[in-house]
């Protein structure tokens, strides 16, 4: 299997930690957290895109 997609040791801690405050939440604070998180990674998608396509001579 390939080892490219997996998640290392500290992202999965990372990922426990989150998923602790996620179950706290309410139904409106998760609705805000999600919109927010996946504003982030479209922003994030962007940025490496830039550079991807600013780095090529």
């Known amino acids: 299997m390939d080892n490219a997609n997996k998640l290392t040791l500290e992202q999965e801690f990372k990922l426990a930690i989150y998923k602790q ?3 706290k939440l309410n139904d409106i604070n ?3 957290h999600l919109i927010a ?3 982030q ?3 994030k998608d962007n940025i ?3 550079f991807i396509k600013n780095s090529m001579p």
């Open 21 to 23: 405050k996620i179950y």
């Open 30 to 32: 998760i609705k805000k």
């Open 37 to 39: 998180t996946l504003k």
């Open 41 to 43: 990674m479209m922003i």
């Open 48 to 50: 490496i895109k830039y």
